[in-house]
C-alpha cells in the first residue's frame, strides 16, 4: 500500500536534485528549469498532503493551483531577464554576472 | 496494483531530474525534466486529482516546456552546456544536498500525521472553494500573473526601442577585435 511518506520523500529528493542543479549550474536555463523542478516536488507533496490527510476538502489541490501560476509568472520573467541578459553577455556564466545586485 | 505503477512513475521522475541535472545538451535537460513533469501528471491521477494531473500536462508539460525550449533556440547555440561549476562547489553542494535530504526524510520518519485513505477529488470539489473560500487570492493571483508577464514583455523589449539609455556593456565583454574592424572597413 502507498503511504503518504512515499510521496513525501519522493519529493524530498526531488526537491534536493532540483537543489543540487540550482546551485552548480552556470547556465542561467538550467538555473530556471531547476527551480520548475523545486516547485514541482512541492507541488507533489501538497497534493499528496490534500489527499491524505485532508481528503474532505481540496484545499491542498487550490494550493497547487496557486502554485502553478506563480510559477508560470515566474518562468515568464525569468525567461524575459534571460533574453535580456543575452543580448550583453554570455548566459552560461550565470555567476559572473553582477548587474542586478542593485 | 497501484504500487507498481507508484514505483514506475516515481522511477521516471527521479530518472528525469537525474538526466535534467546531468544532461550536458540543455536540450536534453529540457527533455529530462518534461519526463518528470509527466511521471508527476501520472502522480497526481494516483492521488485521485484528475484536474491537477491534466493542468500539469497543460501547463508544465505544454507551456512552460514549450517556453524555455523557445528561449533556449531564441538565445543562440549553448556550448558547452553551460559550462560546469567548480568540482569544490560541486562537492559541496552534493553534501548540502544529501545532508537536507537525510534531514527531511528524518523529520518525515519521526512526523504522526492523521492520514486517511485518499479519495478521488472531482473538479467541482476543487473548484467549489476555490471560488468560495480562496476568491479573493484567485483574484490576486490572476492579477500578479498579468503584472508578471507584462513586466516580462517590457523587460525583453530591444533595448533601441525603450527610451532609458542602454546599459553600459559587461567588463567581460570581449571587445571587437582590431582585425576585425580592419576587415570590415577595407570595402568601404
Redesign the interface.
Known sequence: ??????????G??????????A????????V???V??IL?SV??NL??F????A?K???G??F???L??????????A??????L????????I???K?LRG | MTIVFFYLYAVMALAGALGLVMARNLIHAVMSLLATLVAIAALFLLLGSQFLAAMQLFVYGGAITVLVLFVLMLTGPQPEAGGRSKESIRLLSVGLCVVFFGAITWIIAQANWQVTVPQLHDTASIATILFSRYVLPFEIAGLSLTIALIGAVVLAREDDVMDAPMPEPLPEDPAPSPELADEAGEPA
Open positions: 500500500v502507498i503511504t503518504l511518506n512515499h510521496y513525501l520523500v519522493l524530498a529528493a526531488l526537491f534536493c536534485i532540483g537543489l543540487y542543479g546551485m552548480t549550474s552556470r547556465s542561467a536555463l538550467r530556471v528549469i531547476c520548475e523542478l514541482n507541488n507533489l497534493a499528496a490534500s489527499a491524505y490527510v481528503p476538502q481540496a484545499v489541490m487550490n497547487v493551483i496557486f502553478m501560476v506563480v510559477a508560470a509568472a515566474e518562468v515568464g520573467l525567461l524575459a531577464i534571460i533574453i535580456t543575452n543580448r550583453t553577455g554570455d548566459i552560461n556564466a555567476d559572473s554576472f548587474r
